[in-house]
């Protein structure tokens, strides 16, 4: 396999970098080819960026799993009732 060595780069993009790579549980190394793999692997193919987005999404349920997040339906309930509190003022037997 080559190698690529990269000068002169700003801070603040090695940065973002390391920030990116984290996010992913990569290695900046690792994340810096997989940039560059995406980059020049003809990102015009639909299938294949369907199969990116599910892996995106298949790594952060797995990330998030266990959280006990509440459903959408729930936030939005809550939500409506804070409005409903907010405009009407609080319920005078709660």
Same mark, same amino acid.
């Given at each position: 396999?080559?190698?690529?060595?990269?000068?002169?780069?700003?801070?603040?993009?090695?940065?973002?970098? %390391?920030? #990116?790579? !984290?996010?992913? /549980?990569?290695?900046?190394? =690792? @994340?810096?080819?997989?940039?560059? +793999?995406? $980059?020049?692997?003809?990102?015009?193919?639909?299938?294949?960026?369907?199969?990116?987005?599910?892996?995106?999404?298949?790594?952060? %349920?797995? #990330?998030? !799993?266990?959280? /006990?997040?509440?459903?959408? =339906? @729930?936030?939005?309930?809550?939500? +409506?009732? $804070?409005?409903?509190?907010?405009?009407?003022?609080?319920?005078?037997?709660?």
């Amino acid at each position: 396999m080559a190698t690529l060595t990269v000068r002169n780069l700003d801070e603040d993009v090695v940065r973002r970098l %390391r920030i #990116r790579a !984290a996010e992913h /549980g990569r290695s900046a190394e =690792a @994340e810096h080819r997989e940039i560059l +793999r995406l $980059a020049l692997a003809g990102d015009n193919d639909p299938m294949a960026e369907r199969q990116r987005v599910a892996e995106r999404l298949a790594e952060f %349920r797995r #990330r998030t !799993a266990g959280r /006990g997040s509440p459903s959408a =339906a @729930e936030l939005l309930r809550e939500s +409506r009732a $804070a409005r409903l509190n907010t405009l009407a003022g609080p319920d005078e037997d709660g």
